[in-house]
Nanobody
Framework: QVQLVESGGGLVQAGDSLRLSCVGSGRTLSSYAMGWFRQTPGKEREFVARISWSGGSKKGDSTYYEDFAKGRFTISRDNAKNTVYLQINSLKPEDTAVYYC???????????????WGQGTQVTVSS
């Protein structure tokens, strides 16, 4: 069983940056592909980015981003800290959402293929 806890969200202004963190417990996250998703009220959970499991080498990490996230979002992981990050630069009001991290045994962009989820962290971007 894996427990995930996100943090780092908040109320920011357009153009600001945030780094979201997702700390795992129960099992090492290095065995899982990790993803970030976001959700706004009335909409389905939306894929943002994912990173492959790592054997401990940065060279082995593989990242993938949804089109809207390319260039402004960066997903990374620190296996020593059992933590995954999502750096978001040049925030826009449309980035306002609850951001969730999730763990999966497969590389996927589909929420249903992720087995473990955090509780989410709210990001609100004012214009």
């Amino acid at each position: 069983q894996v427990q995930l806890v996100e943090s780092g969200g908040g109320l920011v202004q357009a153009g600001d940056s945030l780094r979201l963190s997702c700390v795992g417990s129960g099992r090492t996250l290095s065995s899982y592909a990790m993803g970030w998703f976001r959700q706004t009220p009335g909409k389905e959970r939306e894929f943002v980015a994912r990173i492959s499991w790592s054997g401990g080498s940065k060279k082995g990490d593989s990242t993938y981003y949804e089109d809207f996230a390319k260039g402004r979002f960066t997903i990374s992981r620190d296996n020593a800290k059992n933590t995954v990050y999502l750096q978001i630069n040049s925030l826009k009001p449309e980035d306002t959402a609850v951001y969730y991290c999730a763990a999966s045994g497969t590389l996927s962009t589909y929420a249903y293929e992720y087995d473990y989820w955090g509780q989410g962290t709210q990001v609100t971007v004012s214009s």
